[in-house]
């Protein structure tokens, strides 16, 4: 669990820095709430994001053996599926990346 939890926090810092750069081309941010701490700059944005997903980590960890969905499905069986969501994520930043010519 913890090595995942580390991998969720490292994907959104990763997912931070491509969309600043991608911001910076043209692109935009689809998040509403991550878009309004934009307009207070980068650091606040990259700060909020490292922030919102610290705080969550504990409590992921916390729940992790409680079951929900009617006891289906238990949250500690999340954490990879959301680890796997931001590499599909990161995939995609950098192919829009590449269409960009930034690398």
């Known amino acids: 669990m913890f090595v995942f939890v580390m991998m ?9 820095v491509l969309t600043v750069q991608l911001l910076q ?4 941010e689809i998040n509403p709430f991550m ?11 990259v700060l909020g994001k490292y ?3 610290a ?9 992790s053996g409680h079951y929900i ?4 499905v238990r949250i500690g069986h999340l954490v990879p599926v959301v680890v796997a ?10 192919v ?3 269409q960009y010519d930034l690398w």
Request: aromatic residues 12%.
């Open 8 to 16: 969720l926090l490292a994907a959104s810092m990763v997912d931070a």
């Open 25 to 28: 081309e043209g692109g935009d």
């Open 35 to 45: 878009e309004h701490l934009l307009t207070y700059g980068i650091l606040p944005f």
């Open 51 to 53: 922030v919102l997903t």
């Open 55 to 63: 705080v969550g980590m504990p409590l992921l960890v916390l729940f």
């Open 69 to 72: 969905l009617n006891g289906r």
């Open 85 to 94: 969501m931001y590499l599909v994520l990161i995939s995609y930043q950098i």
């Open 96 to 98: 829009l990346m590449y």
